[in-house]
């Protein structure tokens, strides 16, 4: 049986934090209307987010090293941070198909932001429904880590042959199945999804886009899930971590937008990452690797990928 650290209250008060700050987003912020992000407006965006995930790491080790001991709260606060930092590693890859995307439909950067707002709020609705099952199968099948550990190392070595290829979107069936399906304008109107024009309804490019940004999620949920039970089965802590990191997402993407690709080489160190875990998984009944050993093979292979693009691109300009 699974354990966790969470009250019920606890669960209660992340979820209220959550849509606390969707609606703010939404009416105070103006999330919801077209709107051009400038770069200074997502890197405070990015900092506000990670500030606040370092904070509730914080206060989750205060509660609980008051409540079940010093050495408790070290473990949990950990494996937080950990997979804190494998999450928003992995959703970096998510920036990439999200440019994209938005590049091939060529989405007006002031419409973007709405999309991405949907795509968020539809991602923590999936993420929650992943998260359950894969806790019920960890708890119903405990041998299904190690299936985790072969797709992710598979997925790593897929990445990895594949980080220099570019996807073809032409290609995608649920591009081609949605185009047969509904009728669709000829292009945008604003930031809507949707008009009725001649009494008849059509769906806009922008709702298009939206749905392949909502497929893209549920692929990379595929690789982060997993990932994140190599660190913890603590469904509290995989929720929050994976929130945290989705939350950002967002501002993440606008922060890199303009400076993609001078991280190209990143692609690479996010397909390590992928295939670390994965041995570790496949490994922990011989070799039981510490958090803070994962945290900081994680971190250097980021670190290192980053540093690699960014020389790499200063040479080649």
């Known amino acids: ?5 969470a009250q019920p209250w606890m669960w209660a008060a992340f979820i209220a934090f959550i849509l606390g700050m969707i609606l703010l987003d939404v009416f105070a912020l103006g999330g919801s209307r077209s709107h051009k ?11 506000v987010w990670v500030s606040l995930a370092l904070l509730f790491d914080y206060g989750l080790w205060l509660y609980l090293r008051d409540s079940v001991g010093p050495a408790v709260a070290d473990v949990k606060a950990m494996e937080f941070l950990t997979g804190y930092v494998l999450e928003k590693s992995l959703s970096v890859d998510n920036v990439f198909v999200f440019l994209l995307i938005f590049g091939h439909f060529s989405v007006p950067m002031q419409y973007q932001r709405k999309v991405l707002l949907y795509g968020v709020l539809g991602a923590i609705v999936l993420r929650i429904a992943m998260i359950l099952a894969g806790t019920w199968v960890v708890t119903q099948f405990a041998g299904v880590l190690y299936l985790f550990g072969v797709f992710l190392l598979f997925t ?11 996807p ?16 669709f304008t000829d292009g945008f109107r604003e930031e809507k999804f949707s008009v009725i024009e001649n009494g008849k309804r059509y769906f806009t490019p922008l709702f298009l886009v939206l749905i392949l940004i ?13 990932a994140i039970f190599a660190v913890t089965t603590d469904p509290f802590i995989v929720f929050t971590s994976n929130i945290f990191a989705i939350m950002g997402l967002r501002a993440l993407y606008f922060l890199l937008a303009d400076m993609a690709d001078r991280f190209h080489l990143l692609k690479f160190g996010l397909a390590f990452v992928l295939m670390f875990v994965g041995i570790k998984m496949l490994v922990v009944k011989w070799l039981h690797v510490p958090t803070s050993v994962s945290l900081l093979v994680i971190g250097g292979l980021l ?3 980053i540093v690699a693009s960014l020389i790499a691109t200063r040479k080649k300009n």
């Open 303 to 305: 670190a290192s990928s």
């Open 214 to 226: 909502e497929v893209s999620d549920v692929v990379f949920a595929v690789d982060s899930i997993p």
């Open 37 to 47: 992000v400038s770069v200074k407006e997502a890197a405070i965006w990015s900092c």
């Open 168 to 183: 073809d979107l032409n290609a995608n069936p649920v591009l081609r199945l949605m185009k047969k399906m509904l009728p």
């Open 1 to 5: 049986m699974i354990q966790t650290i």
């Open 156 to 166: 790593g070595l897929r990445m990895l042959v594949a980080a220099e290829k570019e």
